[in-house]
């Protein structure tokens, strides 16, 4: 029987519209950093977490209500860094989904915006938005 030699997996296409937002290095866990985006016509802000070394995007808004999720103070995550948490009312979001733990919002979610770590960097690969600045 002759052994096969395996063929390595194609890397993942990346994408051609991936914009850089910012050095991986300027997201520390449980840290947010800000930016501004193009979404669908509308320039809106927007953030990136880091919960459990993973990086994730989404709309800066609560969806209680129309206010940023951190309006009142720099920070996005709970005290117990579990959750992320609007300043302004405490509405709480499972940071991996952007799901609403909180009872006045069951149901509902965060924007999420897709974002890649590659080589040092983050990037917005977000289809539908288009980055107009970063470091607000």
Excluded at 12 to 30: D, T
Excluded at 42 to 63: D, H, K, M, S
Excluded at 72 to 97: K, L, N, W
């Amino acid at each position: 029987m002759a052994s096969e030699t395996p063929i390595p997996a194609a890397p993942l296409a990346w994408p051609k519209h991936a914009a850089p937002i910012c050095p991986s290095a300027a997201l520390a866990e449980l840290g947010r950093h800000r930016f501004r985006v193009l979404y669908r016509g509308t320039p809106r802000e927007a953030i990136l977490v880091r919960f459990q070394g993973v990086v994730y995007g989404y709309l800066n808004q609560c969806v209680h209500m129309p206010k940023e999720l951190d309006c009142e103070q720099p920070r996005v995550f709970d005290a117990a860094g579990e959750s992320i948490r609007c300043s302004m009312h405490g509405i709480t979001y499972v940071p991996a989904t952007g799901a609403c733990l909180s009872e006045i919002c069951a149901g509902e979610s965060l924007t999420a915006l897709r974002v890649q770590e590659r080589d040092g960097m983050l990037y917005l690969t977000e289809k539908r938005t288009t980055l107009l600045g970063t470091d607000l």
